[in-house]
């Protein structure tokens, strides 16, 4: 019975261990990517946010040590001696002198002692109070770098979705500049073409073939970028999902500023610094008050081992004190502590105003670059519709020979870059968007 249920244990430790390792592999071998599980595994994975989050866990046990203190500490000893003294030993008796040998001397003692502060100008509670305010800076700077990587993300994410909308549009671009080789070249056999005419196209087809290639390079690079934020290895292949799509924001420029300068966790953790500025600078003051102090203690002294831990009023005393501490020198730390807590108190406050002033900025600037993109993106619909009806009616104009060869290039181009810039559009319409989150501390 016991082998069977060794063998049993057996079986299931190492099904589980299988399945752990299996669940890790398909982790690894993940290809395809949404934007929120992109976000989601750095976040997971990133040390900085693995960092203040455990900052946040320090500060919290910070708080209860904090109130700790307004407790008495309480402490119990128990004590055992011996002493012998080697050597004769002369006890002088009345009319008679005694030579002996020390057979040695056992002690026990006992005891229980409580300590605590009557008055200390209120540091106790000052100490608490910025122990909380630690807290929550602690835990606006966690959500601050949440917000920064979850930023970082979706502009690493959009940047492959923008490579790969490029690269679909110079594919695009590369067929066409194929196919008018291809019309070139018949016409240059039949002789109604020049040769200057064949080599422009083929120049074009190069210039195509090579701006392929560096789009190539681009999502290579675009997919790096985001495998190191998501703390992957760089050379795993990463598909994204999501398509990038234009954007719509609800409120107007002062309803996002005045909602940043509320909720944006760097400008909250700032304040809260200044708080507990303040407040050490009282703290800095208290040096100039005494600290009083308080203690009770029990103890008794057993003769014998059987009675140490055991109370006997016979053996026992007791102890009540009161002290009162002050310095009277003490290497000017009475001038200068508070002296630096002022400063740093000032220097915070300085931070405060400029943080503030750059956070309203950085809206304003966002929200100026949201409506840019956003007409932007209009424009250069209309101007790839422009351009696609210009690129036909060359196409025809030329093949009846009525135009160029260098006017149906150029109209080509221009339909590649009307293109090329409705994408860029797009993605400077999500970025401004991903502005506007990030200073409301959003993911």
């Known amino acids: 019975m016991g082998v069977s249920r060794k063998f049993v244990w057996l079986v299931a430790t190492v099904a589980v261990l299988v399945l752990s390792f299996g669940l890790s592999a398909v982790s690894a071998q993940q290809t395809e990517f949404s934007l929120d599980d992109c976000i989601k595994a750095a976040l997971d994975h990133n040390a900085n946010v693995i960092s203040k989050k455990n900052q946040v866990k320090a500060a919290k046990w910070n708080v209860w040590e904090a109130w700790g203190n307004v407790l008495p500490s309480v402490s119990t000893s128990a004590n055992y001696s011996f002493s012998k003294t080697f050597g004769p030993q002369f006890i002088q008796l009345p009319d008679t002198a005694y030579i002996g040998t020390d057979p040695g001397s056992k002690r026990y003692s006992t005891g229980l002692g409580v300590n605590f502060t009557i008055f200390d100008a209120g540091a106790t509670w000052l100490n608490i109070r910025n122990a909380g305010l630690a807290k929550g800076s ?17 502009i690493a994410y959009y940047t492959l979705l923008t490579a790969n909308m490029l690269l679909s549009v110079q594919q695009d671009a590369l067929k066409r500049s194929e196919k008018q080789l291809e019309v070139v070249s018949s016409r240059y056999e039949l002789g109604s073409a020049s040769q200057s005419e064949k080599l422009k196209a083929e120049v074009t087809v190069a210039n195509d073939s090579l701006t392929l290639l560096q789009r190539e390079n681009d999502i290579s690079v675009a997919e790096f970028n985001l495998n190191v934020l998501l703390n992957r290895d760089v ?66 002294n057993p003769v014998g081992s059987d009675d140490w831990f055991s109370y ?57 670059n949201f409506q ?58 999500n970025q401004a968007a991903a502005n506007i989150a990030r200073s409301l501390g959003q993911k």
Do not use: C
């Not at 602690?138 to 979706?154: F, H, L, M, P, Q």
């Not at 630096?340 to 950085?362: D, G, I, R, V």
């Not at 519709?385 to 093949?399: G, I, M, P, T, W």
């Open 138 to 154: 602690a835990e606006r700077d966690y959500n601050s770098t949440v917000a920064d990587i979850a930023y970082n993300t979706k």
């Open 312 to 368: 006997k009023y016979e053996d026992g005393s007791y102890r009540f004190g009161v002290s009162i501490s002050y310095n009277l020198f003490d290497a000017f730390k009475k001038k200068t502590q508070p002296a630096k807590a002022k400063l740093t108190a000032m220097s915070l406050y300085e931070s405060l105003n400029q943080q503030e002033n750059t956070l309203k900025a950085n809206v304003h600037e966002a929200y100026l």
């Open 372 to 429: 840019k993109s956003r007409l932007q993106l209009e424009v250069s619909k209309l101007a790839e519709r422009s351009a696609q009806e210009d690129f036909r009616l060359q196409q025809e104009r030329y093949r009846l020979g009525a135009s160029s060869i260098l006017e149906l290039l150029d109209s080509q181009v221009s339909l590649t870059n009307a293109q090329y810039s409705r994408v860029q559009a797009l993605f400077q319409l």
């Open 235 to 300: 050379s795993l292949p990463i598909k994204a999902t999501d398509q990038l799509e234009p954007v719509t924001l609800e409120k107007t420029m002062d309803d996002y500023v005045n909602a940043s300068m509320e909720s944006n966790p760097g400008l909250q953790k700032l304040r809260l610094d200044l708080q507990a500025a303040k407040n050490s600078v009282w703290l800095a003051r208290q040096i100039w008050l005494p600290r009083v102090t308080a203690s009770l203690g029990w103890g008794w």
